[in-house]
């Protein structure tokens, strides 16, 4: 069919392309725009900050005592492992996490919240945690202005949070 006209059949009798090349020329738009959409899309994904990024950020925007033990914690969390992996999840909680998460760090008005996932399972001997204590699961050490964490007894906590979380890690599935 190439070469021949295509005329639409209305008043005027409008040609609408020559043979099938009207197809070709529409494919090829389509794939351009469909390039950049995905460079779009791509440059949204690059350009989105990483979860050490955003961490930084809060740190920076809270600007006063919070930020300052956010970024205190933060540094004996990742003295205590450092293969510790940092997220960013619910909408703007910091999270710690290896083989599972170890805890998460709310900053409230009056708080900073270090919430242990599996704290309930773990020796706290030195009292460190002091919310949370009715839950069987969560427990967390509530940090309010002036206050000082004791950082040989946390980097323990979060030894053992680590440790519990590897013991509890499943198996590969094995496929036949």
Same mark, same amino acid.
């Given at each position: 069919? =190439?070469? %021949?006209r295509?005329? !639409?059949?209305?008043?005027?009798? =409008?040609v609408?392309?020559?043979g099938?090349?009207?197809?070709?020329?529409l &494919?090829k %738009?389509?794939?351009e725009v469909m %390039?950049q959409g !995905?460079a $779009?899309r791509?440059? $949204?994904?690059?350009d989105?900050?990483?979860p050490?990024? &955003?961490?930084?950020g809060r740190? *920076?925007?809270?600007?006063?005592? #919070?930020?300052?033990? &956010?970024? #205190?914690v #933060?540094g004996?969390? *990742?003295?205590?492992?450092?293969?510790? @992996?940092?997220?960013?999840?619910?909408?703007?909680v910091? @999270?710690w996490?290896?083989?599972?998460?170890?805890c998460?760090?709310e900053t409230?008005?009056q708080?900073v919240?270090?919430t242990f996932?599996?704290?309930?399972?773990?020796?706290?001997?030195?009292g460190?945690?002091?919310s949370? !204590?009715?839950g069987n699961v =969560? #427990?967390?050490?509530?940090?309010r202005?002036?206050?000082?964490?004791?950082? *040989?007894?946390? $980097?323990?906590?979060?030894r053992e949070a @680590?440790? !519990?979380?590897?013991?509890k890690? *499943?198996p590969?599935? =094995?496929?036949?």
């Amino acid at each position: 069919m =190439r070469g %021949r006209r295509i005329v !639409l059949d209305q008043p005027g009798g =409008r040609v609408l392309a020559d043979g099938l090349d009207w197809i070709d020329d529409l &494919l090829k %738009r389509l794939g351009e725009v469909m %390039r950049q959409g !995905l460079a $779009k899309r791509a440059a $949204k994904v690059t350009d989105a900050a990483s979860p050490s990024k &955003l961490i930084d950020g809060r740190v *920076k925007e809270l600007g006063d005592w #919070r930020g300052e033990m &956010l970024a #205190r914690v #933060r540094g004996l969390i *990742k003295d205590a492992d450092p293969d510790v @992996v940092e997220a960013w999840k619910w909408r703007g909680v910091p @999270v710690w996490e290896h083989d599972g998460i170890i805890c998460t760090g709310e900053t409230y008005k009056q708080v900073v919240k270090l919430t242990f996932a599996k704290g309930a399972a773990l020796a706290d001997p030195t009292g460190l945690f002091n919310s949370s !204590l009715d839950g069987n699961v =969560r #427990r967390a050490i509530d940090i309010r202005e002036g206050e000082a964490i004791d950082a *040989k007894a946390f $980097k323990a906590l979060i030894r053992e949070a @680590v440790e !519990l979380n590897a013991s509890k890690k *499943k198996p590969a599935k =094995r496929f036949a």
